[in-house]
């Protein structure tokens, strides 16, 4: 794998944060599948942290979810350095500052992507995070918002935010637009322009930038390497989202194909039956009272592109909405029982051919 001289940090691949789906049963799910790829939470807002009257599950993460990066919604820099100081002593590995979400209840607060708008504040916060924790500070940004979309904008905010301090930064490469879009429509309206970000590459040769927004998705090959590697061969980290959610399976030859070193070798069968152990168990310590369609979230793709996944997607529906069935271990059962008629080559087996390709 070749990288630009001055740059000798591992390839990073991550999957994205994601509200409503990196919550930690999902991050123990990929967990499942691989050791190595960094994962994050969903955004957590510092009045989240602040005020819960739980805050051990408010931050849990299990020694096994590492490496584990917690992103921070906010826009004051002491509540900020108070939320990362709680989540460096709860254990993350790294904090980031969401300045990239557009949605309107983000907006009222003035955080999220809005925060392109004001590189000064963005480096403040930074700043008294870094302040109050020994672990690395990361920014998540768009390319811009509304018509602050220039290359020259961009490059003033990296360079603003990076006098805090703070060099690492994953780059959403489009902009984000702030009023008049859902937030799902700007995650696919606003044009990739991934040019900007080599350019930021370039021009901050001894910072850390992340590439992130439709790699890997349909258009380029599903279930194919080449446009992760694509980046990876340029010394960017690699964030994946919404195909992390939509094709796990992906993720089984991340640790063999990006750092060198063996997959975990999971059969599906094996990885819904230790999930279910984990829920189990999560459930009992942690005191939630996750339902157990809540708990199906992650397992729901598990057999995307694979003959029977409707059928699997029906049942484990089905199955999770059962309310005689006490723990989730005895839903994995059945669903596996299932499986084993419906498709048991892509139960059993870790390394099959793709029986599908879009
Ligand atoms: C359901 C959903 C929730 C998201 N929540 C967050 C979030 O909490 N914080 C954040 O920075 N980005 C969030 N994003 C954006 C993703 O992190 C990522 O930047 C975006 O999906 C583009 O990457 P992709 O094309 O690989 O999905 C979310 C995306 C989705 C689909």
């Known amino acids: 794998m070749t990288s630009p001289d001055n740059i000798t940090m591992e390839p990073v691949i991550?999957?994205?944060?994601?509200?409503?789906?990196?919550?930690?049963?999902?991050?123990?799910?990929?967990?499942?599948?691989?050791?190595?790829?960094?994962?994050?939470?969903?955004?957590?807002?510092?009045?989240?942290?602040?005020?819960?009257?739980?805050?051990?599950?408010?931050?849990?993460n299990d020694p096994k979810e590492h490496p584990v990066v917690v992103q921070l919604g906010g826009n004051d820099p002491t509540l900020l350095g108070a939320a990362a100081s709680?989540?460096?002593?709860?254990?993350f590995d790294q904090i980031n500052l969401n300045c990239g979400c557009p949605s309107n209840r983000v907006q009222d607060g003035k955080f999220g992507a809005c925060l392109m708008l004001e590189p000064e504040l963005v480096r403040d916060c930074c700043a008294e995070m870094k302040r109050r924790v020994q672990i690395p500070?990361?920014?998540?940004?768009?390319?811009?918002?509304?018509?602050?979309?220039?290359?020259?904008?961009?490059?003033?905010?990296?360079?603003?935010v990076s006098s805090s301090g703070v060099n690492e930064f994953v780059v959403h490469a489009r902009k984000a637009i702030?009023?008049?879009?859902?937030?799902?429509?700007?995650?696919?309206?606003?044009?990739?322009?991934?040019?900007?970000?080599?350019r930021l590459q370039e021009r901050f040769p001894d910072f850390k930038f992340h590439i992130n927004?439709?790699?890997?998705?349909?258009?380029?090959?599903?279930?194919?390497?080449?446009?992760?590697?694509q980046q990876v061969e340029r010394g960017l980290g690699v964030m994946i989202g919404r195909v992390a959610y939509n094709y796990p399976w992906?993720?089984?030859n991340m640790d063999s194909m990006y750092y060198g070193v063996p997959d975990q070798g999971l059969n599906r069968r094996e990885i819904i039956l230790q999930y279910a152990e984990y829920c189990d168990r999560y459930l009992e310590e942690s005191g939630s009272e996750w339902n157990k369609m809540v708990l199906a979230k992650p397992l729901m793709n598990l057999f995307y592109l694979e003959r029977g996944n409707t059928r699997y997607r029906n049942e484990l529906d089905r199955l999770?909405?059962?309310?005689?069935?006490?723990?989730?271990s005895a839903v994995a059962e059945q669903i596996v029982d299932i499986m084993e008629t419906v498709n048991p080559e892509a139960l059993n087996q870790f390394d099959i051919e793709e029986t599908g390709k879009i």
């Not at 879009?181 to 970000?197: D, S």
């Not at 927004?213 to 590697?229: C, D, F, M, P, V």
Request: charged letters at 25%; proline letters at 3%.
């Open 14 to 60: 991550s999957v994205a944060p994601m509200i409503d789906i990196t919550n930690v049963l999902f991050r123990n799910f990929m967990r499942l599948l691989t050791r190595k790829t960094t994962l994050w939470t969903e955004m957590i807002t510092t009045s989240e942290i602040l005020n819960t009257p739980h805050l051990d599950r408010c931050l849990w």
């Open 86 to 91: 709680l989540c460096e002593l709860k254990g």
């Open 137 to 160: 500070v990361t920014v998540k940004c768009r390319l811009g918002v509304d018509d602050h979309d220039s290359y020259e904008n961009l490059e003033n905010f990296i360079s603003i």
């Open 178 to 198: 702030l009023s008049g879009l859902t937030p799902t429509q700007n995650r696919t309206i606003p044009k990739i322009n991934y040019e900007f970000v080599y």
């Open 213 to 229: 927004g439709e790699i890997a998705t349909e258009k380029q090959g599903i279930g194919r390497h080449e446009s992760i590697r």
């Open 250 to 252: 992906l993720f089984r």
């Open 320 to 328: 999770s909405r059962n309310k005689e069935t006490a723990h989730f």
